[in-house]
């Protein structure tokens, strides 16, 4: 069990319950993996001394301390098919690209693509993030070598439900005792998951207890879809077959009516707002200002690096802040505060510890980033939340430390040969590419 | 006179005329401020190295190399009052913040403030940058220092002209003989300047040999005071002017219509497009891709710190490019090349270097960039200038070479301490505010 103190660093808390909380100079004490200690009087911090005498000291001086950012929808192992193909119509993307590539990849590609989007979450000061996509079962052993947390969404469609069932029923054992990880059962879309199957998972994420999410209103052909064969949107259609509650993700949300915000909001379901995917595979404009409005839980997600494409939650903040701003034409709109929050107190609900988590305050979950606040692009600081939201990179994250744990120091990942890892993705890809040549 | 020999780099060279070109391994090499090689023949490079036997070595293994990029309008000094004021109406922000921030300011913080804004580009990658904004002629010296290539705009409002266009006497007098800065006059807008005085900027840039820009058509309101006052749009005024002309940046253009684009094609104006500022303070979204369609020559620019709120060239990038695809639901709009020729080969007009910067050939100015490649989020390399566009940052640039000079190496100044620089900063803005809350 660990013990740390990080003396002296800038606090963002992010525990105001309305409006802007304040940052502060104090040292955060952490034992096991909980906060303890959240204070600036010298005697205080003495007497955490004085009681863990052999306690790691970490230096927060020219530092700011964060809750460690959350990414509540992504695709980590797309992160092999990063810039595979960019700029070209959605159906020639998916059928000569995407989807030949991912019925070629082994399990192990699976794992390997994970291990390569978790590296770069961590060294961009993401420490939770949650996951939808094949063979989840297989990944659960290396996001606990990663030391993150995570939700790991088992994602299917018609014609593998049977299957993916099964994998998620060997992950749920292979996730036991790591409390880390939870299971979460993924159909993926109302468009191409029949109105039984979206059920039938449902049902199963209750019989065992598990989350559940699904894409949900991201395109236009989506809502033209659902109108025809359903009469209804997307979002009523869910809550008609009765999977909306507070245990269910809903990514993108692009197209929704007011209706719909109040119905997502009484259902207490969490929203995944994905603005650079959206905008990069022009799918819309996401109404999250009016969704906060409304009340609605919405968080802050990167989506697959095969559409983003990068998984950096500091690129997410800023682009969901500037889109809301300009597409409503108020600057007033999305201010930095509420960004920040939507990018861990609200992605905590996700992550299944509203409140415990993406927050800096005593008995909360020791997910701490520590931010270098000594770059030309951070200087001066006037005012240190919207030097991060607007100004802030994933590289000036220094040390990320999950569930208590330092996993990155000094921008290294413990325990991971960083050149290594690309030479094997180097090699899968070259694998995967030849036998998708071969055979077209 | 430096001789440098980069070996073994992944080159993007920018230099097809039509569509995309490859990138390629090979070596470059610069002879005083001029690229002299560029080859991957080993017997060409031998007897380069023959030739030069005492050229300093650089490897490039592991990394793109790319021509520096291009900055056409910002306002760099006032890095000073980055994240002075967000999320706060335009006038609010103006009248309470920037102005009496500015009116308080001396020669020595305007210095200051442009230091610290090179600072971040170089770091950056940014080798060349169009400035818009006061007391130029008293930072020649510290642009001229720091070694960048550089635009001066002197700006002026109606009250200001006569001392303005004095000191951009003194600043052409201080820029002579120093070929990396040029001198330019930078009328502030068609709102804020009189007809008058717009056409009196033009005439002493004609008579001195300057360039000429000036803000146009970026918000509505300012649309409508045209409309008003002149009955016509801004850029018909100053086309109406005689001031449209290929030594003219228009910056902004988010409100023009066919016409006027037509209009700039012909006058050969260049068009400084700020995505993000226009995001954030919601001006809207010029429509780049039309104007580049219609054969305007669109550059790529971050505009000031204060609204921006950084001088990040990449984010520039990956923002325009989304932004085209998400407000003309066309996700082919603005692919990565195109983007990636605005930052670099378009922006080249701005500088007076059509055709000689912004590109990798043999005789042009040698302004380069080096790109560590061995990061997790430029991981797997399926497409050098996806990778570089939509998943690149301004913390990958490891070297910066400005007119054949090595100005950033293994993300270093040379010769700028940066802990000094903050603390600099840090007591001017703490002067300035004290002074501002006390007249208040």
């Known amino acids: 069990m660990e013990i740390l103190l990080i003396k002296d660093a800038l606090v963002v808390p992010m525990t105001a319950k309305e409006g802007a909380c304040k940052s502060f100079q104090a040292s955060v004490g952490v034992v096991g ?46 992160t092999l098919q990063r810039n595979h193909a960019d700029d070209i119509p959605l159906m020639a993307w998916l059928n000569d690209h995407i989807w030949p590539f991912e019925a070629r ?46 939700v790991l ?34 159909p993926h879309a109302p468009y191409t998951v029949s109105e039984e199957n979206l059920q039938r998972g449902k049902r199963f994420a209750e019989e065992h207890g598990l989350d559940y999410m699904v894409h949900a209103a991201e395109t236009q052909d989506e809502l033209n879809y659902v109108a025809d064969k359903y009469a209804t949107t997307p979002v009523r259609l869910l809550d008609r077959l009765g999977v909306l509650d507070q245990r269910t993700i809903l990514a993108h949300c692009v197209w929704v009516d007011q209706e ?129 939201v607007y100004c802030g990179k994933a590289s000036d994250v220094d040390t990320v430390i999950v569930d208590g744990r330092v996993v990155v120091e000094n921008r290294q990942i413990k325990g991971l040969d960083l050149k290594a890892l690309y030479r094997q993705v180097a090699d899968s890809v070259h694998r995967i590419l030849k036998i998708q040549k071969k055979d077209l």
Chains 1, 2 share one sequence.
């Open 33 to 78: 993996n909980r906060i303890v200690l959240v204070s600036d009087e010298v005697d205080v911090v003495s007497s955490f001394l004085d009681k863990h005498p052999d306690c790691r000291i970490m230096d927060g001086s020219g530092k700011a301390l964060l809750p460690g950012l959350i990414n509540t929808h992504c695709h980590a192992a797309m």
């Open 105 to 150: 990849q082994t399990k192990e590609d699976i794992a390997l693509g994970m291990t390569l989007g978790m590296a770069e979450m961590l060294l961009g000061g993401v420490t939770s993030f949650v996951d939808m996509y094949f063979e989840e079962d297989h990944c659960v052993e290396v996001v606990d070598r990663m030391g993150m947390r995570a």
């Open 153 to 186: 969404g088992c994602s299917y469609f018609d014609a593998t439900i049977d299957e993916v069932l099964q994998s998620a029923e060997r992950a749920v054992k292979a996730a036991e005792g790591k409390e880390r990880i939870r299971i979460s059962i993924a």
């Open 260 to 388: 719909e915000m109040a119905l997502m909001r009484e259902r207490g379901v969490t929203v995944s707002h994905n603005a650079q995917s959206n905008m990069k595979i022009s799918s819309g404009v996401a109404p999250i200002a009016e969704m906060l409005r409304e009340g609605v839980c919405v968080t802050l997600a990167t989506d697959g690096s095969s559409s983003n494409n990068d998984l950096d939650m500091w690129e997410e903040m800023r682009s969901a802040a500037l889109l809301q701003k300009v597409t409503t034409m108020d600057p007033l709109k999305l201010p930095a505060y509420e960004v920040l929050k939507m990018a861990t107190v609200n992605g905590a609900r996700a992550m299944g510890h509203e409140g415990e988590l993406g927050v800096i305050r005593e008995g909360a979950l020791a997910d701490l980033i520590l931010i270098d606040l000594e770059k030309p692009h951070l200087q001066p600081i006037h005012d240190p939340v919207a030097d991060l």
